[in-house]
C-alpha cells in the first residue's frame, strides 16, 4: 500500500510563493502518475496539477496555468508543486495522489493512492 505524506502548506501573502512536496512510501511510485488536487470549504475538489511517471506529459488545471509548476524526483520518491503569484482564490486544502493510469488520476480524479492534505491559506 502506497502511502504519501504531503507538506509545505502554510501562510502566505498575495503574490507570494510556496513550494509544496509529496513524499511516498515506496519506490514503486516511480512508475505512478502523481497528480494534486485541492479542496477549500463548501466547495468541490479541484484538479491542479499532474505529471506522467516518465515526466513527458503535465498537466494544469485552468485557474492555476502559468502560475503553478509540477515536477518529480524519483530518485526521492518525491512530487513538487512550486506555486508562485498566489492568490488568496488558492486557498484550500492540498492533496497529494497517485495512479499508474494518468488518464483516470487527471479526466476522473481518481487516486490509487490519497495523501492526508496540507493546509494553504493565502491572505489579500
Known amino acids: 500500500q502506497v502511502q504519501l505524506v504531503e507538506s509545505g502548506g502554510g501562510l502566505v501573502q498575495a503574490g507570494g510563493s510556496l513550494r509544496l512536496s509529496c513524499a511516498a512510501s515506496t519506490r514503486s511510485t516511480s512508475y505512478y502518475a502523481m497528480g494534486w488536487f485541492r479542496q477549500a470549504p463548501g466547495q468541490d475538489r479541484e484538479f491542479v496539477a499532474a505529471?506522467?511517471?516518465?515526466?513527458?506529459?503535465?498537466d494544469y488545471g485552468d485557474s492555476v496555468k502559468g502560475r503553478f509548476t509540477i515536477s518529480r524526483d524519483n530518485a526521492k520518491n518525491t512530487v513538487y508543486l512550486q506555486m508562485n503569484n498566489l492568490k488568496p482564490e488558492d486557498t484550500a486544502v492540498y492533496y497529494c495522489?497517485?495512479?499508474?493510469?494518468?488518464?483516470?488520476?487527471?479526466?476522473?480524479?481518481?487516486?490509487?493512492?490519497w495523501g492526508r492534505g496540507t493546509q494553504v491559506t493565502v491572505s489579500s
Open positions: 495522489a497517485a495512479n499508474t493510469i494518468y488518464t483516470r488520476l487527471v479526466e476522473k480524479q481518481i487516486g490509487t493512492a
Open positions: 505529471v506522467a511517471w516518465t515526466g513527458l506529459r503535465i
